[in-house]
């Protein structure tokens, strides 16, 4: 059956919700090599040879949410909390810059201690430095993104997280997935670059659902996806759940690129974190983009979203010196440009 999916999909880029859930249940040597060598290919064809690198910073743990699955849970009391004044984010980002990155992730938890304008300032300040700037602070007025779009920005990350409604409910008491999806809207509107992506692996979540995420990714024509594996954090409510696997994040992130040739789609840490191995096996099965963490040392460990996460002691020389290592092994080259994705290519 997987040949004639294949042959289907070479020849209308279309995959149905049957067909992608049956990409997710592959469990066969053989066939999952099909599948990723598929989604390489188009990865090739569609974006190219060169691998993006990004600088992340991770500039606050505090957060007003309660979020069943994140370690940063405003319930969790075991957490020293820290918040990164401007000056530090900005030495961050320049240090960043000096190192060659084009593109600065400024992330945190929902805090509103940074004020609206706090993050204009910052938006800007980075813009001056030359690079893209992408933000990922949470659900915000849409007044707000107007503003730090007006400041520079040029790409948003708000993971959806799951498309199924209940289990959404679930995990995110207090918040909505109308609202969740609101932002995105607003987000497109301001012509931002939209990322989002989802959890694999969430307890509850099935292969129907996941189906149904990846065609919600390409009816939303995310400039960005994230996927990543869900690592259950001991300090949280789903402390006992299963992990998800490196495999079906593998299944996912391939069966997504072939539903967005043209999206930029990180191996993630996350990936990286269930499976030493995972960031190669990502980026040999859809992936076109590593996310390198620059948040300084004193502070990588405490946003533990999740437990065991990949690089919290590295710096981030050696991140990337790591990165660039593993990219040219695999024959692909680092990227020394801005990375956009295809709304700012025009293409979406
Ligand atoms: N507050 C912002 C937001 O909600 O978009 C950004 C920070 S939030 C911590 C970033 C991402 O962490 C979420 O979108 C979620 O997918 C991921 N995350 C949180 N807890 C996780 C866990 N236990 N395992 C894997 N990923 C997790």
Redesign the pocket.
């Known amino acids: 059956r997987i040949d004639g999916i294949i042959a289907k999909y070479l020849d209308t880029g279309r995959l149905s919700k049957e067909e992608i859930e049956f990409l997710l249940g592959l469990e066969d040597e053989a066939d999952l090599q099909k599948l990723f060598a598929l989604a390489n290919k188009v990865r090739e064809r569609f974006v190219g040879n060169e691998v993006h690198l990004r600088g992340i910073i ?1 500039f606050s743990n505090y ?1 007003s ?1 309660a ?1 069943l ?4 849970s405003r319930h969790n009391r075991h957490l020293s909390r820290y918040r990164m004044d401007v000056e530090e984010i900005l030495e961050a980002a320049k240090e960043a810059v000096g190192m060659g990155f084009k593109t600065i992730v400024l ?4 805090d509103p201690f940074y004020s609206t304008s706090t993050i204009t300032r910052l938006v800007s300040q980075i813009k001056a430095m030359d690079v893209a700037v992408t933000l ?4 915000r007025r849409r007044e707000d993104y107007a503003a730090w779009k007006e400041a520079g920005a040029d790409r948003y ?3 959806f ?1 799951t498309s199924d409604p209940d289990l959404y409910r679930r995990l995110r008491p207090g918040c909505s997935m109308a609202q969740r999806l609101q932002c995105l809207t607003y987000l497109k509107d301001l012509d931002y670059e939209v990322g989002s ?3 694999v692996g969430l307890p509850g979540q099935t292969l129907s659902s996941m189906a149904d995420d990846i065609l919600l990714m390409r009816k939303l024509q995310l400039s960005m996806v ?1 996927i ?6 001991p300090a ?1 409510p ?1 402390a006992s759940a299963q ?2 696997t490196a495999s079906l994040t593998l299944k996912v992130l391939a069966v997504t690129r072939l539903m967005l040739p043209w999206a930029n789609l990180p191996s993630t840490t ?1 990936l990286g974190s269930v499976d030493r191995e995972g960031r190669r096996e990502g980026l040999l099965a859809g992936a076109n983009v590593l996310m390198l963490n620059v948040t300084p040392l004193k502070y990588r460990r405490l ?1 533990e ?2 437990p065991a996460k990949a690089e919290v002691e590295d710096d981030p020389t050696a991140l990337k010196a790591a990165a660039v290592e593993l990219v040219t092994r695999l024959g692909r080259r680092v990227s020394s440009g801005y990375g956009e994705g295809p709304k700012a290519m025009g293409i979406a």
């Not at 699955?69 to 940063?72: A, V």
């Not at 992330?107 to 929902?110: F, K, L, V, W």
């Not at 990922?136 to 659900?139: A, H, M, P, T, Y």
Request: charged fraction near 15%.
């Open positions: 991770e957060c949410r979020c699955y994140c370690g940063i992330q945190s938890g929902e990922s602070v949470g659900e990350l708000l993971k997280e992506g989802i959890m994230g990543g594996p869900f690592i259950p954090h949280t789903l992990a998800g996350a946003y979203i999740y």
